[in-house]
């Protein structure tokens, strides 16, 4: 029996689960585009769409946790292939959430459409901006294996913190000014909520890259310590 049978054939079957994975993020990062780009165009189908669209995401999870699993009990990795592994359930975990606040994000956009035209503060739309590039560059760090991106990408999560603090500061003095503008504030306080969540998010697909590549757990560090 040719001993690196068995060795070729699960490193096709973890290649298989990282296929799955980044077909995953794929789906995510679209969705989550989408919702954003509805919310911004006012677009109901748009938002509609998103809304009943995260299926796909929930669907590819269940699929990369049963690959993920199976590779564990079977095969019983060691070393990089088991960070592999382990790596590849948290990051599952961490898309499907993101498809959840796109979800979110598209319910919000829909219950602004039945109220007057509103404004957001400026600072949401740059909370999106930069939440989708940390997502995508997450991502592409992953895909890559590069840390010195991932790291950078860590850095960028305190920029978001800070412009969610400022919109909630705005949002709460419009609530207080106005007692009209409490609904659609509260809407983009949840918009505000979510594109935040979603930053954390990709700081934790970051993070799982740098303990894949390096083995290092760089969650409890402070951005540029690591």
């Keep these: 029996m040719n001993p690196l049978g068995p060795k070729r054939h699960f490193h096709e079957r973890l290649d298989d689960l990282q296929a799955r994975l980044l077909e995953m993020a794929g789906e995510a990062e679209d969705l989550l585009g989408r919702a954003v780009e509805a919310l911004v165009a006012r677009s109901r189908s748009g938002l509609e769409e998103v809304r009943d669209g995260d299926a796909v995401v929930d669907a590819l999870e269940l699929d990369v946790d049963e690959r993920a699993l199976e590779l564990l009990a079977l095969q019983q990795p060691m070393a990089k292939d088991l960070r592999q592994?382990?790596?590849?359930?948290?990051?599952?975990n961490d898309l499907?959430?993101?498809g959840d606040h796109a979800v979110k994000i598209a319910w919000s956009g829909l219950r602004l459409l039945?109220?007057?035209?509103?404004s957001a503060p400026p600072q949401i739309e740059e909370m999106a901006v930069l939440s989708r590039g940390m997502l995508a560059d997450a991502l592409r760090a992953?895909?890559?294996?590069?840390?010195?991106?991932?790291?950078?990408?860590?850095?960028?999560?305190d920029?978001?913190?800070?412009l969610r603090s400022a919109a909630?500061?705005?949002?709460?003095?419009?609530?207080?000014?106005d007692p009209r503008r409490i609904t659609a504030a509260l809407e983009l306080l949840l918009v505000a909520q979510?594109?935040?969540?979603?930053?954390?998010?990709?700081?934790?697909?970051?993070?799982?890259?740098v303990f894949l590549v390096e083995g290092l757990v760089i969650r409890h560090l402070p951005e540029g310590s690591s």
């Design 96 to 98: 499907e959430r993101v």
């Design 142 to 157: 992953f895909t890559t294996r590069d840390t010195e991106l991932a790291r950078e990408v860590r850095v960028r999560d």
């Design 85 to 92: 592994i382990v790596a590849s359930l948290k990051i599952a």
């Design 159 to 162: 920029r978001v913190d800070a």
């Design 194 to 209: 979510s594109l935040e969540r979603v930053a954390d998010l990709a700081t934790n697909v970051a993070e799982e890259t």
């Design 168 to 177: 909630h500061r705005i949002l709460v003095s419009h609530m207080l000014e």
């Design 114 to 118: 039945e109220i007057p035209a509103h």
